[in-house]
């Protein structure tokens, strides 16, 4: 068997983009280690607010636990950076927040762990972090950088389809706010602005028997997706149609068939 690190940006990303991946791995009788590069300080406050003196960090870092627990995850590490907040906050340019890290430092702790892990499989994002986000750029350098460091030679760049997105932005655009914003820019996502084309895509890994868990995990981090969130508003056959497939990136490498269905070899 095999340990798979996937290494994420903030508390709950783990849930939307690998989190049927990490249920599969475990099942499949494979080590799955979570590693989150940030504390998620800049997130939402919860709506029914936090419990005396706790912090929105700690709040969100047993969030994580609790839905690593559900897919089955052998480790959960936090790098300890402070969130960057979204592209352009003033939380970009803060002392300690991980778009500031130093890429060789937090590459080198991370390497550690890697090589402690025996690490054969590593999960980061596509370069631009899937939409533009500062931290989730930064997890695509450290990530590189410490899996060559480590001698880590299986990484994987978890992606979005943007061909798929775009279909099913058109197929249910009555659950948008107006069926206009399929074809504009305008419009609550710009499908031209995330992931990476399908025909850049080199693995899909269907995750349809692991998506009532994925479903789980998200609704774990409760003070970021509510029961009115959009992801869990969706009807469980739609859900599985959008969340039932994690897509992956094999860099250097073109696809001329079929997409690859697994990320161990």
Known sequence: MSTLVCLHAHPDDE????????????????????????????GLEPADGLDPGETL???????????????????????????????????????????????????????ELLTAEVADVLTVYDPHGGYGH????????????????????????ATMNRDAIRKQMIENAELLESPDDVESTDGPVDPESFGTPEAEITHAIAVGPWIEAKREAMRAHGSQITEETFFLQ????????????EWFVAPGTSRTGPFETSLFT
């Open 134 to 157: 500062p931290d989730h750029i930064q997890v695509h350098r450290v990530g590189t950088r410490a899996a060559e460091i480590a001698g880590v030679e299986a990484v994987y760049w």
């Open 234 to 245: 969706l009807p469980q056959d739609m859900f599985e149609q959008v969340f039932g497939t």
């Open 15 to 42: 849930a939307i983009a690998t989190a049927g991946l990490m249920a599969k791995a475990s099942a499949d009788g494979h080590r799955v280690v979570l590693v989150i590069a940030t504390n998620g300080e800049h």
């Open 57 to 111: 960090a700690e709040r969100r870092m047993a969030e994580t636990h609790a839905s690593a627990a559900l897919l089955g995850v052998h480790r959960v590490e936090f790098l300890g950076y402070c969130d960057s907040g979204m592209d352009g906050d003033e939380a970009n340019h803060e002392p300690g927040s991980f778009w500031q890290a130093d890429v060789e430092a937090a590459s080198a702790a991370l390497a």
